[in-house]
């Protein structure tokens, strides 16, 4: 089974880069790879909340406006991708990430995942398109209205081509459960962390040469709501 391990936190608590607070932090994230290696399907850091932009589709032309989905002080900082045989699996790999000492992951089990992988040549830039809302029936796996919502993205995907990268669909809400570590203590807790806004239905790694472009590529995403947010090159 995959997992979607999201990442969230206090953005003010975090250590600024070229401290040695970061360097730690940094430090703890570089360790879970290697430990984790063979679990870590996919995953990448994210830029902070303010750099994103949230599109919300209507009767009309889609309402495009700078910042997150939901103004929270919990912010995603980032996901994994992680593979593992049982839930208890995706608990114990959640605990190693730093994010769960002073904030929070949440592990949402994973419909379907691919990824194209970056192709050689050229300059571009990579976003993470999360998808919000309010779950309805088309977020029910093996439900005609599920199939219906696969089709409009296959639809989606084949008209943007190379611009989508990597992508997942999720399990509902309700499947859940949030990992953090306090004092060397394990908290696990079914449902997503209370104070973040939700991803509901599952993202895209989208390709794009500017924020422009990707944002003409995240308006066709057949989605009430989109977070569009720039993926950290870490070390690029």
């Known amino acids: 089974m995959r997992y979607l391990a999201l990442l969230g936190g206090d953005e003010s608590a975090n250590p600024a880069p070229e401290t040695p607070e970061f360097d730690t ?24 909340a303010a ?30 991708v992680l593979e593992a045989d049982t839930l208890d699996d995706a608990i114990e790999l959640a605990r190693q990430i730093p994010a769960a000492l002073d904030g929070w992951v949440s592990l949402r089990p994973m419909v379907e995942w691919f990824d194209r992988g970056t192709p050689a040549g050229g300059q571009a830039l990579r976003y993470v398109a999360f998808i919000y809302g309010k779950e309805a029936e088309g977020d029910q ?13 296959q639809r989606f995907m084949d008209a943007v081509g190379d611009a989508v990268r990597a992508g997942g669909a999720l399990h509902p809400i309700a499947t859940a459960t949030t990992v953090q570590v306090r004092d060397g203590e394990v908290i696990v807790s079914d449902g997503p962390f209370a104070e973040s ?9 989208l390709r794009a040469t500017d924020q422009d472009a990707a ?7 057949p989605a009430v709501a989109i977070e569009l947010r720039p993926i950290m090159e870490v070390g690029g």
């Open 197 to 205: 806004a939700e991803v509901a239905g599952g993202f895209y790694v």
């Open 25 to 48: 932090m940094m430090q703890g994230y570089f360790r879970f790879g290697e430990t984790a290696a063979d679990a870590i399907v996919g995953g990448e850091a994210l830029e902070k």
């Open 215 to 221: 944002l003409a590529v995240a308006r066709q995403i």
């Open 51 to 80: 750099t994103a932009t949230t599109i919300r589709h209507g009767d009309g032309e889609p309402l495009v406006t700078a910042g997150p989905y939901s103004e929270t002080v919990e912010a995603l900082g980032g996901f994994y």
């Open 141 to 153: 796996p093996d439900t005609p209205a599920w199939d219906e919502g696969v089709a409009a993205h």
